[in-house]
């Protein structure tokens, strides 16, 4: 069983910038692949990024070049930097944890990022 817990959501201005963090606890932080979720309202849940435990990387085109996913296996947490915030990126951030070889997978609570002025 994995426990995740996110932080660092908020309201920022557009061009702005927040950085997402999710701390793991109760298993093997490197045998999973750590990612990030977001869903807007009335929208699906989509990836916008993910690093696996050896550190290769995923972004979502429409965030490519703004948001920086890294993760510290030492302290068992995934980053989100976000740069250049657009109001198209409002949503409830999950940061969810994949097992690489089994099929465990769990989210977290979620955080919510508004970007208004």
């Known amino acids: 069983q994995v426990q995740l817990v996110e932080s660092g959501g908020g309201l920022v201005q557009p061009g702005g910038s927040l950085r997402l963090s999710c701390a793991a606890s109760?298993?093997?932080?490197?045998?999973?692949?750590m990612g990030w979720y977001r869903q807007a309202p009335g929208k699906q849940r989509e990836l916008v990024s993910s690093?696996?435990?050896?550190?290769?990387?995923n972004y979502a085109d429409s965030v490519k070049g703004r948001f920086t996913i890294s993760r510290d296996n030492a302290q068992s947490t995934v980053y989100l930097q976000m740069n250049s915030l657009k109001p198209e990126d409002t949503a409830v951030y999950y940061c969810?944890?994949?097992?690489?070889?089994?099929?465990?997978?769990?989210w977290g609570q979620g955080t919510q990022v508004t970007v208004s002025s």
């Open positions: 969810n944890a994949q097992h690489t070889f089994f099929s465990s997978n769990y």
């Open positions: 109760g298993s093997i932080f490197s045998n999973y692949i």
């Open positions: 690093i696996t435990g050896g550190g290769t990387i």
